[in-house]
């Protein structure tokens, strides 16, 4: 019996000591360096292909634990070149490594997703794209998302009223209407949105734009005639709180302030994040030339975004958010009096609410991936839009968005010998409603737009160097009622020189609709103008060719970017607007015009050398015509297009001469434009030809380190030459539209965060 116990003890010891030995994990213990030897916190350690990942923490260190002798790794920080490192565990069951990270100035190795509604890197792209980051929008110290759209080439945000405000941006020379501005890939930001919205959204909201020059329809349907411009949002990446605010006086005179709020979380497994990004817009009137009324109107807006995402389990995720905003916008003179107790006013109160919700998931073999998506926001707009102390100025507008969608990606492992491929298939739904009241003047106009999309593209890379994208997507719609075809075909050659040319065309339409910056009343002279549409309107078409070509250098941590890119696109049937009276009221009638094209060069230059030093150059060159004049006012004709200029451009310098101090500056250019100058002030209509404008600005940054936290200061001025619009119309009889140039004259500001991260 002894011995029987005896034996029995001796295997449960040695079952013990086996567990022990042959359940030992393998563990790495690793720390993330700069080139510079400085560590790097909070990098992406994540196995390939696979979720399951985890941080380095504020020191710039981690451990992970393995059940398998080899795994591969995937160290990845923004800013900075992916590394890809196998860990082979033998005898030795733990393992020290220090990976060091050189810099990715430009972001050559950014994956992307608006081009294929994919991702991939930046550049392995047929389609070219144009990113401006997060670290971007800090340089230039950009508050709001149109602040941040000049710094690429063939964009140019211009501001085209002195009483509400609105901006547009403009494509390579296209107006606004041309562009399809999206959200996290989707259609939620509609065309009333697009007047303000662009003000309204807080640049610490965004974590990229991304940006596609040319026909866009292929994918994202009507209005992408121009291109597309996609605002992503941030993601709750770690856990953390940023508190900031910026500050300035505008002519050195009215103050705007910008104070923003972040805060994250992220559960320690990366299946669960939650983040709340807040703002607050406040600026004062401003007057230029001293007459009374604003040139820049006054501000106070609040907007908000809650994101999260959860991982059920490997390879699926869902993500869910919820935003609102509300702004009071007023112009005009006598601000502190009720609107029709003045000259002159606009007077906008915003609300805005909306949400999104999304399901991707992989199959195990990540073969077949599959996106469904639903979205939505309501806009509650009650205005006032009036001169001469006219009490008929009221006004409400509602708008909704709706839509509904799913993608189906079929990933092609091997085709032939080198090739591989993506197959991507979806469907998109799109409701858009607007209703505008004005019961003053008997205005009540219903807009109601259904849109149905189907889309199909094959991303094929035949060899190494050599990759074709074939796109269609065909859409139906209660306006136009038939089938609309819109292809896209694009091929990129990569070639061992680190040169890549890149050639494509695309199809674009438009619907014949009112758009929003015609629904509201026009104010030229004083008189009430409203948008009626023509007879027997046909539908806008483009078509748009690009052909660019790119060199890519980089050596002894010197990065060296140089491309050009020339386009262009026709436009058939362009809308226009003439001056007609119906029934005693004069208003403006959208007819079809005569065809028009742009067409030009897009050049971009970018230097870097580690992080010490950065430039970065864009400029374009065009020109944009009509075939035959149209009618700008009565009995007067022209061929260009107004407020385009031919020549435009940007660039940013940065600099840390040394550590945590970052010197930046930038600068845009705005070459000479013709303008339209309405009678009031003048006596008679007029074009008008505008000067040269140098928008030149520099910032200093310093990053103060305690502990885990760190507070930044700013300091630095936009507009240091004053270049500025000198002759605004001034009273009663001004053409509140008569505005162009450069947002702000010379403003100084001062900025303070406190983050966490």
Same mark, same amino acid.
């Given at each position: 019996m002894f011995?029987?116990?005896?034996?029995?003890?001796?295997?449960?010891i040695?079952?013990?000591?086996?567990?022990?030995?042959?359940g030992?994990?393998?563990?790495?213990?690793?720390?993330?360096?700069?080139?510079?030897?400085?560590?790097l916190?909070?990098?992406?350690?994540q196995?390939l292909d696979?979720?399951?990942?985890?941080?380095s923490?504020?020191?710039g260190?981690?451990?992970?634990?393995?059940?398998?002798?080899?795994?591969?790794?995937?160290?990845?920080?923004?800013?900075?070149?992916?590394?890809?490192?196998?860990?082979q565990?033998g005898?030795?069951?733990?393992?020290?490594?220090?990976?060091?990270?050189?810099?990715?100035?430009?972001?050559?190795?950014?994956?992307?997703?608006t081009g294929?509604?994919?991702?991939?890197?930046?550049?392995?792209?047929?389609i070219?794209?144009?990113?401006?980051?997060?670290?971007?929008?800090?340089?230039?110290?950009?508050?709001?998302?149109?602040?941040?759209?000049?710094?690429?080439?063939?964009?140019?945000?211009e501001?085209?009223?002195?009483?509400?405000?609105?901006?547009?941006v403009?494509?390579n020379?296209?107006?606004?209407?041309?562009?399809?501005?999206?959200?996290?890939?989707?259609?939620?930001?509609s065309?009333?949105?697009s007047?303000?919205?662009?003000?309204?959204?807080?640049?610490?909201?965004?974590?990229?734009?991304?940006?596609?020059?040319?026909?866009?329809?292929?994918?994202?349907?009507?209005?992408?005639?121009?291109?597309?411009?996609?605002?992503?949002?941030?993601?709750?990446?770690?856990?953390?709180?940023?508190?900031?605010?910026?500050?300035?006086l505008?002519?050195?005179?009215?103050?705007?302030?910008?104070?923003?709020?972040?805060?994250?979380?992220?559960?320690?497994?990366?299946?669960?994040?939650?983040?709340?990004?807040?703002?607050?817009?406040?600026?004062?009137?401003?007057?230029?030339?001293?007459?009374?009324?604003?040139?820049?109107?006054?501000?106070?807006?609040?907007?908000?975004?809650?994101?999260?995402?959860?991982?059920?389990?490997?390879k699926?995720?869902?993500?869910?958010?919820?935003?609102?905003?509300?702004?009071?916008?007023?112009?005009?003179?006598?601000?502190?009096?009720?609107?029709?107790?003045?000259?002159?006013?606009?007077?906008l109160?915003?609300?805005?609410?909306?949400?999104?919700?999304?399901?991707?998931?992989?199959?195990s073999?990540?073969?077949?991936?599959?996106?469904?998506?639903?979205?939505?926001q309501?806009?509650?707009?009650?205005?006032?839009?009036?001169?001469?102390?006219?009490p008929?100025?009221?006004?409400?507008?509602t708008?909704?968005?709706?839509?509904?969608?799913?993608?189906?990606?079929?990933l092609?492992?091997?085709?032939?010998?080198?090739?591989?491929?993506?197959?991507?298939?979806?469907?998109?739904?799109?409701?858009?409603?607007?209703n505008?009241?004005?019961?003053?003047?008997?205005?009540?106009?219903?807009?109601d737009?259904?849109?149905?999309?189907?889309?199909?593209?094959?991303?094929?890379?035949i060899?190494?160097?050599?990759?074709?994208?074939?796109?269609?997507?065909?859409?139906?719609?209660?306006?136009?009622?038939?089938?609309?075809?819109?292809?896209?075909?694009?091929?990129?050659?990569?070639?061992?020189?680190?040169?890549?040319?890149?050639?494509?065309?695309?199809?674009?339409?438009?619907a014949?609709?009112?758009?929003?910056?015609?629904?509201?009343?026009? &104010?030229? %002279?004083?008189d /009430?103008? #409203?948008?009626?549409?023509?007879g027997? @309107?046909?539908?806008?078409? +483009?078509?748009? $060719?690009?052909?660019?070509?790119?060199?890519?250098?980089?050596?002894?941590?010197?990065?060296?970017?140089?491309?050009?890119?020339?386009?262009?696109?026709?436009?058939?049937?362009?809308?226009?607007?003439?001056?007609?009276?119906?029934?005693?009221?004069?208003?403006?009638?959208?007819?079809?015009?005569?065809?028009?094209?742009?067409?030009?060069?897009?050049?971009?230059?970018?230097?870097?050398?580690?992080?010490?030093?950065?430039?970065?150059?864009?400029?374009?060159?065009?020109?944009?015509?009509?075939?035959?004049?149209?009618?700008?006012?009565?009995?007067?004709?022209?061929?260009?297009?107004?407020?385009?200029?031919?020549?435009y451009?940007?660039?940013? &310098?940065? %600099?840390?001469? /040394?550590? #945590?101090?970052?010197?930046?500056?930038? @600068?845009?250019?705005?070459? +000479?434009?013709? $303008?339209?100058?309405?009678?009031?002030?003048?006596?008679?209509?007029?074009?008008?030809?505008?000067?040269?404008?140098?928008?030149?600005?520099?910032?200093?940054?310093?990053?103060?380190?305690?502990?885990?936290y760190c507070?930044?200061?700013d300091?630095?001025?936009?507009?240091?030459?004053?270049?500025?619009?000198?002759?605004?119309?001034?009273?009663?009889?001004?053409?509140?539209?008569?505005?162009?140039?450069?947002?702000?004259?010379?403003?100084?500001?001062?900025?303070?965060k406190?983050?966490?991260f």
């Amino acid at each position: 019996m002894f011995s029987v116990l005896i034996s029995r003890g001796f295997i449960l010891i040695f079952i013990l000591i086996s567990g022990q030995l042959f359940g030992q994990k393998n563990q790495l213990d690793g720390i993330v360096l700069n080139s510079d030897g400085e560590t790097l916190p909070y990098v992406n350690i994540q196995i390939l292909d696979s979720e399951k990942g985890i941080q380095s923490d504020h020191l710039g260190k981690f451990a992970m634990q393995f059940a398998d002798s080899l795994v591969i790794l995937r160290i990845s920080f923004v800013g900075y070149q992916t590394i890809v490192d196998t860990v082979q565990f033998g005898k030795e069951k733990k393992i020290n490594r220090t990976y060091r990270l050189l810099s990715d100035v430009f972001g050559l190795e950014q994956v992307v997703v608006t081009g294929t509604r994919n991702e991939e890197k930046i550049r392995e792209s047929v389609i070219g794209i144009g990113v401006t980051d997060s670290k971007t929008l800090q340089l230039v110290n950009a508050n709001t998302v149109s602040e941040g759209l000049n710094f690429q080439p063939g964009l140019r945000t211009e501001t085209n009223c002195q009483n509400c405000g609105y901006s547009q941006v403009r494509m390579n020379g296209l107006p606004g209407k041309y562009s399809q501005i999206l959200i996290n890939g989707r259609q939620s930001f509609s065309s009333l949105n697009s007047i303000y919205g662009l003000e309204q959204i807080p640049a610490v909201l965004l974590d990229r734009i991304e940006i596609i020059k040319g026909g866009g329809s292929a994918l994202y349907g009507a209005n992408a005639m121009g291109g597309v411009i996609n605002l992503i949002t941030k993601d709750p990446i770690n856990s953390g709180v940023e508190l900031g605010i910026n500050t300035g006086l505008i002519g050195f005179k009215t103050p705007e302030t910008n104070a923003n709020f972040l805060g994250s979380f992220v559960a320690k497994n990366n299946r669960f994040g939650l983040s709340f990004i807040g703002g607050h817009h406040f600026r004062k009137a401003f007057d230029a030339n001293g007459d009374g009324f604003s040139e820049l109107p006054k501000l106070n807006s609040f907007s908000g975004e809650l994101k999260s995402y959860f991982k059920p389990k490997e390879k699926h995720r869902l993500d869910f958010a919820v935003k609102g905003s509300y702004e009071y916008r007023r112009g005009g003179d006598q601000l502190h009096l009720e609107p029709e107790l003045t000259n002159i006013a606009e007077e906008l109160k915003s609300k805005v609410l909306g949400g999104e919700m999304a399901y991707q998931f992989y199959t195990s073999n990540q073969q077949h991936k599959f996106d469904f998506y639903v979205s939505g926001q309501y806009t509650h707009m009650d205005n006032y839009y009036g001169t001469g102390f006219d009490p008929d100025g009221y006004g409400l507008t509602t708008d909704f968005t709706g839509i509904g969608g799913m993608n189906y990606t079929y990933l092609l492992n091997k085709i032939g010998k080198e090739g591989s491929g993506k197959l991507v298939f979806g469907s998109e739904y799109r409701m858009n409603i607007i209703n505008d009241n004005k019961p003053g003047y008997n205005v009540h106009v219903h807009q109601d737009i259904q849109n149905l999309g189907v889309f199909g593209q094959f991303d094929w890379k035949i060899l190494k160097w050599l990759k074709v994208n074939v796109g269609v997507r065909s859409d139906i719609d209660n306006i136009i009622q038939k089938l609309i075809l819109n292809p896209r075909v694009g091929i990129l050659f990569d070639t061992k020189a680190n040169i890549q040319i890149r050639a494509n065309y695309s199809r674009g339409y438009m619907a014949p609709q009112i758009f929003s910056d015609e629904i509201h009343a026009q &104010l030229v %002279s004083g008189d /009430f103008r #409203r948008v009626v549409l023509g007879g027997n @309107l046909k539908y806008e078409t +483009s078509n748009t $060719v690009n052909l660019g070509v790119k060199y890519f250098k980089s050596k002894n941590q010197h990065e060296f970017v140089l491309g050009l890119d020339g386009f262009y696109t026709q436009i058939n049937n362009p809308f226009i607007l003439e001056n007609k009276e119906i029934d005693s009221q004069l208003v403006l009638l959208k007819v079809n015009g005569d065809e028009s094209f742009v067409a030009g060069l897009n050049l971009e230059m970018k230097y870097a050398f580690k992080r010490f030093f950065m430039a970065d150059l864009a400029f374009t060159a065009q020109m944009s015509q009509f075939k035959t004049p149209i009618e700008w006012t009565t009995g007067q004709y022209l061929t260009s297009f107004l407020k385009t200029p031919n020549y435009y451009g940007s660039l940013i &310098l940065s %600099s840390m001469p /040394f550590k #945590r101090f970052t010197i930046s500056s930038s @600068l845009n250019v705005t070459g +000479s434009m013709w $303008v339209p100058h309405y009678a009031g002030f003048i006596s008679t209509d007029r074009l008008e030809r505008t000067p040269w404008f140098f928008d030149w600005g520099i910032k200093f940054s310093y990053d103060l380190d305690i502990g885990k936290y760190c507070l930044i200061f700013d300091l630095g001025m936009r507009n240091i030459l004053n270049s500025y619009q000198n002759d605004f119309d001034e009273g009663a009889l001004r053409d509140g539209s008569y505005i162009y140039g450069p947002q702000r004259p010379r403003t100084l500001y001062f900025g303070v965060k406190f983050s966490t991260f």
